[in-house]
């Protein structure tokens, strides 16, 4: 303790003034000189005199003054046990039936499957491909598409579709280069014309192409696969795997079974017929199948 | 609102209790450990320790010194609270519940009629002192299925004020009255009864004045009895079977607890057992809160005779000490809405 007593210096008091005021407080002020430094200190204290009465039971008060822990449990100081729980609130009366009213409304949307479903577009309660804000404003959008090539002044030159149907008419004032494709084409509407038939758009030439180049497989067995057509059915019969596009399996849209029927599309339609006659009627799986091109199955129908 | 969760024990509660002051909060547990804690911190005090099977009921001495235990090891036992001693042991039969008069004159236990023993209920006198209970019972009141007027087994016991009646509740439904100064002169006559409910009473507790009682029964239903006409007062209603209920002191409050059956429980979802714990008025029958918390059916629930905090024990084992708010005690009810 000396050496305490020599390290820090007292300071010596020189006056205190006690000043009470009207709320209760007390305000003290001390004048003091530190003799270390010589320097002169005012400290000003204000203070609230508080009275605490606790009330004890004096049974209470030698309960847990004198008695000692007893048990193995208690003893066992290594495990904490009693626990703050965080979070819990408490709302009584009015506020309690309001909180739980939201509660059960919120609950009903969840039954009908949907309170996490929020729509990019508007906000609504749906999914952004079902929105009907985002339909109607996509159809006004389309019909004033319409209406301006209307306006155009070439309504003749464009088919239901939206297309173009190209014919020599509108080429031969156009200084566009003509494409070996293209000049096909038009020599096809040009016949068409002669022969006073309607004559084709682009969108149906190319439908018409993509037909050519589109096998048409039925009488499959019902367990055959996708993987089975791309890896068995066409290398067993010369065609290797890189010739074909892909391959579209038929199915029951509920049951998922297998209907028969595949729609395979290969590179082009040199091969698509080469495929036709090679593999119609043959065998595969315990079945015969049969094969043709879509564009000759159509032609056959009408 | 400040919440303690008291963990000790590691199967389900079967009751929990204050002393009288309420300062000292017990819990007993089916593994046979009564806890004593103190109620406003939750510091574990101690445990008592050498019951063999689950702690059924259980009563403290109303100046805190002893604890009497019955237990399903077929015994009822003496402890002293101060140092956690077991004082006595007596093999009487399956215990369902253990009540101490208000005076600490007499204990009364009730036996159920399994495992080979009478079904029956019990007195004896009780030591203030010394803490010990007579050897042989003072009366033993015997289940008579032959009397038309014995409604059932006997099930929970309760001291009404002034050591003037024993209310025994039956597996039946309905609450039966005996004279105490008849019965200890061995006149085993049911001086009145009322038929409440049509399932198992689980829990049968007293007003802090102990002039009436209330019930809480698994058909959902909590009644409060008037002890001295035997009139059915008011009928409480839940929408899933109760386990216990209680009224509490300072404001007319009553709370109930129960949920639904533990075999049902993993079939539905935890927000739809009716685990909450409800917060009624006592006198409007209207439900004012809830305590959200437990996991599975609540299985006792006991208010602080000061009205400050209560405590629930679950079936999981979980004990939690609730502490009330100001808005609790400032609830009002406007009468002319």
């Known amino acids: 303790m000396d050496s305490v007593a020599t390290t820090i210096s007292v300071p010596e008091i020189v006056k205190r003034e006690i000043v009470e005021k009207d709320d209760g407080t007390k305000e003290i002020i001390t004048f003091s000189i530190d003799p270390a430094t010589n320097l002169k200190h005012k400290t000003v204290q204000i203070v609230k005199q508080m009275v605490f009465i606790e009330r004890k039971s004096s049974s209470i008060d030698q309960r847990h003054s004198t008695w000692k822990k007893y048990g193995k449990e208690a003893l066992n100081t290594s495990l904490e046990k009693c626990c703050i729980v965080d979070n819990v609130n408490f709302m009584i009366g009015e506020k309690y039936l309001e909180s739980k009213k939201l509660e059960e409304s919120s609950k009903k949307d969840e039954s009908k499957g949907g309170s996490v479903r929020k729509c990019d577009f508007c906000g609504g309660n749906h999914m952004k491909l079902s929105c009907p804000v985002r339909k109607q404003m996509r159809q006004e959008q389309k019909m004033k598409e319409q209406q301006q090539m209307q306006v155009e002044g070439e309504s003749k030159n464009v088919s239901k579709d939206g297309s173009e149907i190209p014919t020599w008419e509108l080429y031969n004032n156009k200084n566009t280069f003509i494409t070996s494709k293209l000049r096909e084409r038009l020599n096809k509407?040009?016949?068409?014309?002669?022969?006073?038939?309607?004559?084709?758009?682009?969108?149906?030439?190319?439908?018409?192409?993509?037909?050519?180049?589109?096998?048409?497989?039925?009488?499959?067995?019902?367990?055959?696969?996708?993987?089975?057509?791309?890896?068995?059915?066409?290398?067993?019969?010369?065609?290797?795997?890189?010739?074909?596009?892909?391959?579209?399996?038929?199915?029951?849209?509920?049951?998922?079974?297998?209907?028969?029927?595949?729609?395979v599309v290969v590179l082009d339609d040199e091969v698509a017929e080469a495929c036709a006659e090679q593999m119609n009627g043959k065998g595969f799986m315990s079945t015969i199948i049969n094969v043709e091109t879509l564009a000759s199955k159509n032609t056959k129908k009408f | 609102m400040r919440v303690l969760n008291l963990v000790l024990h590691t199967r389900n509660l079967n009751q929990v209790k204050y002393n009288k002051e309420g300062d000292l909060l017990f819990t007993a547990a089916a593994e046979g450990i009564v806890g004593v804690w103190n109620a406003f911190t939750g510091e574990l005090l101690g445990t008592l320790e050498g019951n063999e099977g689950t702690v059924n009921g259980m009563a403290a001495t109303t100046d805190s010194r002893f604890m009497i235990t019955g237990s399903g090891d077929a015994t009822l036992r003496t402890w002293s609270l101060q140092t956690g001693e077991n004082l006595q042991k007596y093999e009487l039969g399956y215990v369902n519940s253990v009540a101490i008069s208000p005076d600490n004159e007499y204990v009364a236990c009730a036996i159920s009629p399994i495992m080979g023993f009478e079904g029956s209920v019990q007195i004896y006198k009780l030591n203030k002192e010394t803490g010990e209970i007579?050897?042989?019972?003072?009366?033993?009141?015997?289940?008579?299925?032959?009397?038309?007027?014995?409604?059932?087994?006997?099930?929970?016991?309760?001291?009404?004020?002034?050591?003037?009646?024993?209310?025994?509740?039956?597996?039946?439904?309905?609450?039966?009255?005996?004279?105490?100064?008849?019965?200890?002169?061995?006149?085993?006559?049911?001086?009145?009864?009322?038929?409440?409910?049509?399932?198992?009473?689980?829990?049968?507790?007293?007003?802090?004045?102990?002039?009436?009682?209330?019930?809480?029964?698994?058909?959902?239903?909590?009644?409060?009895?008037?002890?001295?006409?035997?009139?059915?007062?008011?009928?409480?209603?839940?929408?899933?079977?109760?386990?216990?209920?209680?009224?509490?002191?300072?404001?007319?409050?009553?709370?109930?607890?129960?949920?639904?059956?533990?075999?049902?429980?993993?079939?539905?979802?935890?927000?739809?057992?009716?685990?909450?714990?409800?917060?009624?008025?006592?006198?409007?029958?209207?439900?004012?809160?809830?305590?959200?918390?437990?996991?599975?059916?609540?299985?006792?629930?006991?208010?602080?005779?000061?009205?400050?905090?209560?405590?629930?024990?679950?079936?999981?084992?979980?004990?939690?000490?609730?502490?009330?708010?100001?808005?609790?005690?400032?609830?009002?009810?406007?009468?002319?809405?």
Request: charged residues 25%; glycine residues 8%; hydrophobic residues 35%.
């Open chain 1, 189 to 263: 509407n040009q016949e068409l014309i002669e022969q006073g038939n309607e004559p084709l758009s682009q969108f149906q030439f190319e439908k018409l192409e993509e037909d050519k180049k589109t096998l048409f497989i039925s009488n499959l067995n019902l367990n055959v696969t996708e993987e089975d057509i791309r890896r068995e059915l066409f290398p067993s019969n010369g065609f290797t795997m890189d010739k074909i596009e892909r391959v579209n399996l038929v199915k029951n849209k509920i049951t998922g079974a297998s209907r028969g029927i595949a729609y």
């Open chain 2, 134 to 337: 007579s050897e042989k019972p003072i009366t033993t009141l015997k289940y008579d299925p032959e009397n038309k007027e014995n409604l059932g087994f006997y099930g929970k016991l309760g001291f009404s004020y002034e050591n003037k009646y024993l209310f025994v509740s039956t597996n039946d439904g309905s609450v039966l009255r005996f004279k105490l100064d008849e019965l200890l002169n061995g006149e085993h006559k049911i001086d009145n009864y009322i038929k409440v409910h049509k399932e198992v009473i689980m829990d049968l507790q007293f007003s802090p004045d102990l002039t009436y009682l209330i019930t809480a029964s698994r058909d959902r239903f909590s009644k409060i009895i008037d002890v001295e006409s035997m009139d059915l007062i008011k009928t409480y209603e839940n929408m899933y079977p109760l386990n216990t209920a209680c009224i509490t002191p300072i404001k007319d409050f009553v709370l109930m607890g129960g949920g639904q059956d533990a075999k049902s429980v993993t079939t539905t979802d935890s927000k739809h057992g009716g685990f909450e714990i409800k917060l009624l008025h006592k006198i409007f029958n209207n439900e004012i809160s809830e305590f959200k918390g437990h996991f599975g059916p609540v299985v006792s629930v006991a208010v602080n005779p000061q009205g400050t905090s209560f405590t629930s024990g679950g079936q999981d084992g979980t004990v939690r000490v609730w502490f009330f708010e100001p808005t609790y005690f400032d609830y009002t009810v406007d009468i002319s809405e």
